[in-house]
């Protein structure tokens, strides 16, 4: 025997040796594709793959599966984890894979060229493997086979070694449906991740719309748990949103994961993952869709290696009807002054921070066509250490569904002091027919991403909802005794108005002005914080036709504020030539906002 025929000989014999305990497996004596197992007190179940043997020390489990119609034709990929249970190193043998169709013809499938060659003892691997078929058709997958090929005979001798089934489990692209019953769930599911090697457990949180001005865009919520005793690394998962049932009428929308860096959990860790997808402005999706990425990797005609990536339908999450969930509202109505509870996961609000909702009253904006909501928010430090002041927003939504943002005041503090309080307003601008006057008030997480979703030109702040309330708008009470500036009370004990005129001269006539003489108590709650932006206390002196005459607008910071005691204010630059009487004078409580002031009526007081 010649020596070229010796090393053949040989290179068989080794082949034929990691194969020696397979016998070949068919289609008819495969095992099931997967089994369902609960893994935890929950009842919590996922498809989990079989592993079908591949020789003595290495098992193979099926990952994904794709047979894609592209504009080059039908691509073919497969990835496949090989398990090791050897107690040191060895070799992937060389093999060629297959898949064959249902019609009985068979396609030669590349391995990418980052795919492992050998496995370390006890660890995985995953391998990956493409094919594009220049087919006009479309066509079915029915099993994938490994074979060993024996080139150095003639003609060469192929040995069948491993046949696992894979009819019905190919993803067929973003259109086609989950067809696996155990990979549907429904909202309120917890769930893993099948075919995924990742102990990590899902749930969904919330799911809500909104107008922004890149468009409509619904934010999805996935919690994410890690209940293993080691750390984990997050898959990069990606989200579609369905409307329509699969494969009748479906309408998709992409979504992006505004999440593209790796993320690890430690164990007994909890974290969100934001999903955004961008719809029409009327869609209400029925559905979503979890998908997986997969990448594979080739040399080019110029010998650079170039990657195509694709994606893997694993689950479909039903969604409740009006395709929208969020955080459970508190049902009972709030009580003023009361503190909020957060979701335990946000990290918006420190733990030594309590935050409540002291006032809220609807303004007039007259000849503004709109009325405004403001709310004020007392954040409390109750820690031993400045704390900064919070970035959070608010929102008010009717039981219609309409939602009103509110603007946060302009001019804030940096930090709050140690035993110490901070009012915090925010405007709502309402239309001026609102009948409504009980609200949800949402207290929002709304970050911006510095991931590369946040470049895409659908990308949007992430907005989280940390807590919802049923709030009642507070009544106006006309009481001219006691007027409420949060955190200051105001008791109005006496007052008078009196009217002065100057003497006229060659180049002006008589002109008037009005003299208020006003008796106050000033009360402030002890270790509150304002700003110049706080409330203000605002006088309309008003003749008695109803036209307004003149304007003082009254501080309770800085140095001219209002203080305990008499004060006497004048009203000059009167646009009037006469003197009118009986006049009456506006309290007004008013406030800047981003979009203009606005004001409150506090009470009337009327000349006799």
């Known amino acids: 025997m010649s020596r070229k025929m010796k090393f053949a000989a040989v290179a068989v014999g080794f082949t034929l040796s990691l194969f020696h305990f397979i016998p070949p497996v068919g289609a008819e004596a495969a095992e099931p594709a997967a089994t369902i197992i609960p893994i935890d007190a929950e009842g919590i179940s996922i498809t989990k793959p079989n592993s079908y043997l591949l020789n003595d020390t290495l098992k193979i489990e099926i990952k994904?599966?794709?047979?894609?119609?592209?504009?080059?034709?039908?691509?073919?990929?497969?990835?496949?984890?090989?398990?090791?249970?050897?107690?040191?190193?060895?070799?992937?043998?060389?093999?060629?894979?297959?898949?064959?169709?249902?019609?009985?013809?068979?396609?030669?499938?590349?391995?990418?060229?980052?795919?492992?060659?050998?496995?370390?003892?006890?660890?995985?691997?995953?391998?990956?493997?493409?094919?594009?078929?220049?087919?006009?058709?479309?066509?079915?997958?029915?099993?994938?086979?490994?074979?060993?090929?024996?080139?150095?005979?003639?003609?060469?001798?192929?040995?069948?070694?491993?046949?696992?089934?894979?009819?019905?489990?190919?993803?067929?692209?973003?259109?086609?449906?989950?067809?696996?019953?155990?990979?549907?769930?429904?909202?309120?599911?917890?769930?893993?991740?099948?075919?995924?090697?990742?102990?990590?457990?899902?749930?969904?949180?919330?799911?809500?719309?909104?107008?922004?001005?890149?468009?409509?865009?619904?934010?999805?919520?996935?919690?994410?748990e890690n209940r293993s005793t080691k750390k984990e690394m997050l898959p990069l998962l990606g989200m579609d949103g369905r409307v329509g049932a699969a494969g009748v009428n479906t309408t998709l929308f992409n979504g992006v994961n505004t999440e593209q860096s790796a993320i690890t959990l430690e164990p007994g860790e909890k974290r969100y993952l934001y999903f955004q997808i961008p719809t029409d402005k009327d869609t209400v999706l029925s559905s979503l869709n979890v998908l997986s990425?997969?990448?594979?990797?080739?040399?080019?005609?110029?010998?650079?290696?170039?990657?195509?990536?694709?994606?893997?339908?694993?689950?479909?999450?039903?969604?409740?009807?009006?395709?929208?969930?969020?955080?459970?509202?508190?049902?009972?109505?709030?009580?003023?002054?009361?503190?909020?509870?957060?979701?335990?996961?946000?990290?918006?609000?420190?733990?030594?921070?309590?935050?409540?909702?002291?006032?809220?009253?609807?303004?007039?904006?007259?000849?503004?066509?709109?009325?405004?909501?403001?709310?004020?928010?007392?954040?409390s430090n109750n820690g031993d250490q400045p704390l900064p002041l919070p970035v959070f927003q608010t929102k008010l939504e009717t039981e219609s569904g309409a939602a009103y943002s509110g603007s946060r005041q302009t001019t804030t503090a940096q930090d709050i002091m140690p035993g110490t309080a901070y009012i915090l307003s925010y405007s709502y601008r309402m239309p001026i027919d609102m009948k409504d006057r009980t609200f949800v008030l949402k207290i929002l997480d709304t970050k911006v991403s510095t991931t590369a979703a946040a470049s895409m030109a659908t990308a949007a702040s992430v907005?989280?909802?940390?807590?919802?309330?049923?709030?009642?708008?507070?009544?106006?009470?006309?009481?001219?005794?006691k007027l409420s500036f949060y955190p200051f009370q105001v008791k109005l004990n006496d007052w008078s108005l009196m009217a002065r005129t100057s003497a006229p001269s060659a180049t002006s006539p008589i002109t008037y002005t009005y003299r208020l003489k006003l008796s106050l108590d000033i009360e402030r709650e002890e270790k509150m914080i304002v700003d110049k932006d706080f409330s203000k206390m605002s006088l309309e002196l008003i003749d008695p036709t109803g036209k307004l005459l003149s304007v003082k607008t009254l501080n309770f910071t800085g140095v001219n504020r209002l203080v305990s005691g008499m004060q006497f204010i004048t009203f000059d630059n009167l646009r009037t030539d006469e003197q009118e009487y009986p006049l009456s004078i506006n309290v007004y409580e008013t406030i800047a906002t981003p979009t203009g002031e606005v004001k409150r009526l506090m009470t009337v007081l009327q000349e006799r």
């Not at 058709?137 to 089934?165: G, H, M, Q």
């Not at 955080?327 to 996961?345: E, I, M």
């Open 64 to 224: 994904s599966v794709l047979n894609e119609t592209t504009s080059e034709g039908q691509r073919v990929a497969v990835v496949v984890r090989a398990k090791s249970t050897a107690s040191k190193v060895v070799s992937i043998p060389d093999m060629e894979l297959r898949v064959r169709a249902a019609d009985g013809s068979e396609y030669t499938l590349q391995a990418s060229v980052f795919n492992a060659h050998a496995i370390r003892p006890q660890t995985n691997e995953e391998l990956s493997y493409m094919a594009v078929v220049d087919r006009k058709d479309t066509f079915e997958l029915k099993e994938l086979v490994w074979l060993s090929v024996d080139w150095y005979t003639y003609p060469k001798t192929e040995t069948e070694l491993l046949t696992i089934p894979v009819s019905g489990r190919s993803w067929n692209g973003a259109l086609s449906s989950i067809q696996d019953p155990s990979a549907k769930k429904t909202w309120d599911e917890s769930f893993q991740i099948p075919n995924i090697d990742s102990p990590l457990i899902y749930k969904p949180a919330a799911i809500h719309k909104e107008s922004t001005p890149k468009g409509t865009i619904h934010t999805v919520k996935l919690l994410v």
């Open 293 to 379: 990425s997969e990448s594979f990797r080739q040399m080019d005609a110029k010998g650079a290696v170039a990657q195509v990536g694709y994606t893997i339908g694993r689950l479909n999450i039903a969604l409740p009807q009006g395709g929208q969930a969020d955080l459970p509202v508190q049902s009972l109505t709030y009580q003023y002054g009361t503190d909020f509870s957060f979701d335990s996961l946000s990290d918006t609000i420190d733990p030594h921070m309590s935050v409540s909702l002291v006032e809220m009253h609807m303004h007039e904006n007259e000849g503004e066509g709109y009325n405004t909501v403001i709310g004020k928010f007392k954040l």
């Open 463 to 481: 907005t989280n909802t940390i807590g919802a309330y049923v709030v009642a708008l507070q009544q106006d009470v006309m009481d001219a005794e």
